[in-house]
């Protein structure tokens, strides 16, 4: 699944390239609007990329053969959109009791929480999507639909599944993190826009970190798509380097 999800990034090298130019702008956007205006259209650019891999694998083709020749793309994004949405509102419902008593005792420092507050939603995300997680793919494939479908063929994979989506979520996403504190202590400035001008070595910075953000969503997805072919018996192409 690793190698499937590098070919499906250099078989697509174009969006991917695209997806981070557009996020690279809404990011200096925020900055020189001195808001996080960006933040709804940045989800919905991940959301949108997740959409695209699972169809990838489900369907065998590239990005730009299954998507936008379906009429319906709208409508099937905005089901496929809530579905997440839904799954990333109850990891933050579940965790937001650590997070009202960690700002309790935190004495009015928000950071530390609020740091603890994503790690251990993403932590809780990764197990919901290990147990919950092909409702996804199947939205996009069209059997096996429910939420109960997903229960019964996430339960037996559950560990395997776990450990796969927590290097792919939640160790790369660590490593994100670990690129964007380096990089602002290393480099003189925190912004990728420094008096009128674009602050170069921060914007590589920025680029590698949401390209590991990028293999992160594609990984995710690879391995719930291929989960969900599995146990739904939906053999992949052999023949296709994408599925192999």
């Known amino acids: ?9 250099r078989g697509n090298w174009q969006y991917y390239l695209t ?8 990011y200096a956007f925020d900055e020189i609007d001195g ?4 933040g709804g259209a940045t989800f919905c650019l991940w959301v949108m990329l997740a959409r695209f891999v699972h169809m990838a694998v489900l369907f065998n083709g590239k990005f ?26 109850l990891s933050i419902v579940i965790t937001s009791p650590v997070l009202f008593m960690t700002m309790r005792k935190s004495a009015g420092s928000s950071t530390g929480p609020v740091l603890l507050f994503i790690l251990l939603s993403s932590f809780v ?29 996430g339960l037996p994979t559950f560990f395997s599944t776990f450990g796969r989506l927590f290097f ?5 996403q660590i490593a994100s993190l670990a690129v964007a ?4 202590i290393v480099l003189s400035s925190a912004t990728v826009i420094v008096n009128g001008m674009p602050n170069i070595p921060l914007i590589l910075v920025v680029a590698f970190n949401l390209s590991i953000q990028a293999f992160s969503v594609t990984y995710a997805a690879v391995v ?14 052999a023949s296709s380097p994408a599925n192999a």
């Open 125 to 153: 995300y990764v197990l919901i999507l290990s147990f919950l997680g092909t409702w996804l793919p199947a939205a996009i494939y069209g059997t096996g639909k429910s939420i109960l479908n997903a229960a019964k063929r």
């Open 35 to 38: 808001k996080s205006t960006s």
């Open 19 to 26: 997806f981070i130019l557009i996020l690279l702008g809404a």
């Open 224 to 237: 719930l798509s291929n989960l969900y072919m599995v146990s739904e018996g939906l053999a992949p192409i």
């Open 1 to 9: 699944m690793l190698f499937q999800s590098i070919f499906i990034m």
């Open 168 to 172: 792919g979520i939640l160790v790369l």
């Open 64 to 89: 730009g053969e299954l998507n936008f020749r379906d009429r319906k793309f709208g409508t099937y994004f905005l089901a496929f959109g809530l579905k997440v949405v839904a799954l990333m509102i």
């Open 181 to 184: 504190t380096a990089g602002s």
